[in-house]
């Protein structure tokens, strides 16, 4: 059976509910049991407790899909498709034809203001994770429990990757942790230095508290491995003072220790049965019967489908929402946009038929492909179409740590050999039935292409470009950056988002971001 411990959330009572958001980072929990009374009904209780907290990136609340956590639309406002339209929408590969209240602002890269609803859901959801994170540490500081250190590494894990997301989108708040959980005075403001290095230490602090292997969709070494080499990886975008050279033994371990290898076939990472996929690190769960949510990959897969051009089961799916679509910034780099001859796997990931090449207009659903990437079929057996998706989003995957080493070894990052870098990029290439590359190939121009064609639409592009100085001005171009049709430059204020005005409203220690 898939995952089951991860969703027993749903069936354990729970000890810790917390309202929180942005206006009360010290909202005092509502105790239905202490945790010492519920481990005496269920001594299994802090897995459900601790599956109800990763399940935080996932779910828009505990009653299904309808229901929320935090006091905004259940169906807008998840974790991970906060994720999605922030660091996919708002780059150069995938646009969004709804329109609504603020989602063109992200489809085209401009007007951003700290009245977009969509900033507001990202940022209301770190600041839920964060002091249910708090709040739980706190309480495990009480008990006795066999597995005490790892438990706390893991709620550690969980908080730290909230505020990465924090200091990668907004790049400044307030930071909330046990030592000041409850305090009734407004939490000060820190800037992206200090959360860096906080964020840092607690990484460095938790690998030493994870086991090498955990359960399904639970954080282990190589998770925290993975997150903090990532941060190193983008020192240079978040405080001005770059750290590859620390990022490549990290990256080394994940590869060579973490006991994680390449799925044979790509298509199979990304269906409804890759729980079984030996290429994922950390996967964020979703269950079309158990955990339903209009985030996670459900808005990914239906977001991509549409009955006019589209036959729904095909994909596994019941629905389609008829609002995602590629542009060529993305399917172009396979073959120069011929997909059809390309040999390459990935290319025939995009859906063509009564699909025009060119996005002359992003809201008419025939102008881009729809990236039909994810899907909600299985890859190893037969299944039915649902409404909701039973397809993992994998946050981390080894092909993305493969990259990541062939772009500290071209910046030239102490430990890294170029002729490793090469096999690692061919590895994933082969993969895909595409061609080899020689090493003068491999340039970081070629690496930020190969990212795309391997890593879009999983959450990693905006912070790629910002990473390789092309997000902001005309260096690089991209259909509607700029609300222009072929692009235009925006300014370096868009490598952060505004801060949300509701978060302003609500703590006068708080300062908006510059440009907004």
Same mark, same amino acid.
């Given at each position: 059976?898939?995952?089951?411990?991860?969703?027993?959330?749903?069936?354990? @009572?729970?000890?810790?509910?917390?309202?929180?958001?942005?206006?009360?980072?010290? =909202?005092?929990?509502?105790?239905?049991?202490?945790?010492?009374?519920?481990?005496?009904?269920? *001594?299994?209780?802090?897995?459900?407790i601790l599956s109800r907290l990763y399940a935080s990136f996932a779910l828009s609340g505990p009653d299904g899909p309808g229901s929320s956590d935090i006091d905004d639309d259940?169906?807008?406002? @998840?974790?991970?498709?906060?994720?999605?339209?922030?660091?996919?929408?708002?780059?150069?590969?995938?646009?969004?034809?709804?329109?609504?209240?603020?989602?063109?602002?992200?489809?085209?890269?401009?007007?951003?203001?700290?009245?977009?609803?969509?900033?507001?859901?990202?940022?209301?959801?770190?600041?839920?994770?964060?002091?249910?994170?708090?709040?739980?540490?706190?309480?495990?500081?009480?008990?006795?429990?066999?597995?005490?250190?790892? &438990?706390?590494?893991?709620?550690?894990?969980? %908080?730290?990757?909230?505020?990465?997301?924090?200091?990668?989108?907004?790049?400044?708040?307030?930071?909330?942790?046990?030592?000041?959980?409850?305090?009734?005075?407004?939490?000060?403001?820190?800037?992206?230095?200090?959360?860096?290095?906080?964020?840092?230490?607690?990484?460095?602090?938790? &690998?030493?508290?994870?086991?090498? =292997?955990?359960?399904?969709? %639970?954080?282990?070494?190589?998770?925290?491995?993975?997150?903090?080499?990532?941060?190193?990886?983008?020192?240079?975008?978040?405080?001005?003072?770059?750290?590859?050279?620390?990022?490549?033994?990290?990256?080394?371990?994940?590869?060579?220790?973490?006991?994680?290898?390449?799925?044979?076939?790509?298509?199979?990472?990304?269906?409804?049965?890759?729980?079984?996929?030996?290429?994922?690190?950390?996967?964020?769960?979703?269950?079309?019967?158990?955990?339903?949510?209009?985030?996670?990959?459900?808005? &990914?897969?239906?977001?991509?489908?549409?009955?006019?051009?589209?036959?729904?089961?095909?994909?596994?799916?019941?629905?389609?929402?008829?609002?995602?679509?590629? =542009?060529?910034?993305?399917?172009?780099?396979?073959?120069?946009?011929?997909?059809?001859?390309? =040999?390459?796997?990935?290319?025939?990931?995009?859906?063509?038929?009564?699909?025009?090449?060119?996005?002359?207009?992003? %809201?008419?659903?025939?102008?881009?492909?729809?990236?039909?990437?994810?899907?909600?079929?299985?890859?190893?057996?037969?299944?039915? *179409?649902?409404?909701?998706?039973?397809?993992?989003?994998?946050?981390?995957? $080894?092909?993305?740590?493969?990259?990541?080493?062939?772009?500290?070894?071209?910046?030239?990052?102490?430990?890294?050999?170029?002729?490793?870098?090469?096999?690692?990029?061919?590895?994933?290439?082969?993969?895909?039935?595409?061609?080899?590359?020689?090493?003068?190939? $491999?340039?970081?121009?070629?690496?930020?292409?190969?990212?795309?064609?391997?890593?879009?639409?999983?959450?990693?592009?905006?912070?790629? $470009?910002?990473?390789?100085?092309?997000?902001?001005?005309?260096?690089? $171009?991209?259909?509607?950056?700029?609300?222009?049709?072929?692009?235009?430059?925006? @300014?370096?204020?868009?490598?952060?988002?505004?801060?949300?005005?509701?978060?302003?409203?609500?703590?006068?220690?708080?300062?908006?971001?510059?440009?907004?």
């Amino acid at each position: 059976m898939k995952k089951l411990t991860s969703i027993l959330f749903l069936v354990v @009572p729970l000890a810790l509910m917390i309202q929180g958001c942005t206006k009360d980072l010290d =909202t005092e929990p509502e105790v239905e049991l202490t945790l010492d009374e519920l481990l005496e009904q269920d *001594p299994d209780a802090v897995s459900g407790i601790l599956s109800r907290l990763y399940a935080s990136f996932a779910l828009s609340g505990p009653d299904g899909p309808g229901s929320s956590d935090i006091d905004d639309d259940a169906g807008e406002s @998840p974790f991970l498709r906060g994720i999605v339209n922030l660091q996919d929408f708002t780059a150069d590969a995938m646009k969004n034809r709804w329109g609504d209240d603020g989602l063109d602002q992200l489809t085209t890269t401009s007007d951003w203001d700290e009245n977009n609803k969509f900033f507001r859901y990202l940022y209301n959801r770190i600041y839920y994770t964060i002091p249910q994170s708090n709040n739980l540490l706190l309480v495990l500081s009480a008990v006795d429990l066999e597995n005490k250190g790892q &438990i706390e590494g893991e709620v550690r894990f969980i %908080r730290a990757l909230a505020y990465y997301y924090l200091i990668d989108c907004f790049g400044k708040g307030v930071l909330a942790t046990e030592e000041n959980y409850g305090t009734s005075d407004p939490l000060p403001e820190v800037d992206r230095q200090e959360l860096f290095t906080y964020v840092e230490n607690e990484l460095l602090a938790v &690998i030493e508290l994870l086991p090498e =292997t955990n359960e399904y969709g %639970r954080a282990n070494k190589s998770v925290a491995q993975m997150l903090l080499a990532k941060l190193y990886m983008n020192a240079g975008v978040y405080t001005g003072t770059t750290m590859f050279d620390e990022a490549v033994p990290l990256v080394n371990q994940v590869i060579n220790e973490g006991g994680y290898s390449l799925d044979e076939d790509f298509v199979s990472i990304f269906s409804g049965d890759n729980f079984m996929s030996n290429e994922i690190i950390f996967p964020l769960i979703a269950d079309a019967d158990i955990s339903q949510s209009y985030g996670n990959t459900t808005y &990914i897969v239906n977001g991509n489908l549409g009955t006019e051009t589209m036959t729904l089961s095909d994909f596994g799916a019941e629905e389609g929402w008829s609002g995602h679509r590629a =542009t060529k910034a993305w399917y172009g780099l396979f073959n120069d946009g011929d997909l059809e001859n390309s =040999t390459d796997d990935r290319a025939a990931l995009f859906w063509t038929e009564g699909h025009n090449y060119e996005m002359t207009d992003y %809201r008419a659903w025939t102008d881009g492909y729809p990236a039909v990437k994810f899907r909600n079929t299985f890859f190893f057996s037969d299944s039915n *179409p649902t409404s909701f998706s039973s397809t993992d989003f994998p946050l981390f995957r $080894l092909a993305d740590a493969y990259l990541m080493y062939a772009e500290l070894a071209v910046r030239g990052a102490s430990g890294t050999e170029m002729a490793t870098a090469l096999g690692y990029v061919n590895d994933v290439r082969n993969r895909s039935n595409a061609s080899s590359i020689s090493q003068s190939a $491999l340039t970081l121009d070629f690496i930020l292409d190969e990212r795309a064609r391997e890593l879009n639409l999983e959450g990693h592009r905006r912070s790629d $470009l910002i990473r390789f100085g092309k997000f902001t001005g005309n260096s690089y $171009l991209w259909p509607w950056k700029g609300n222009t049709l072929n692009g235009t430059s925006i @300014p370096d204020t868009y490598r952060l988002f505004p801060i949300p005005l509701t978060a302003l409203e609500a703590n006068e220690n708080l300062t908006q971001n510059p440009g907004f």
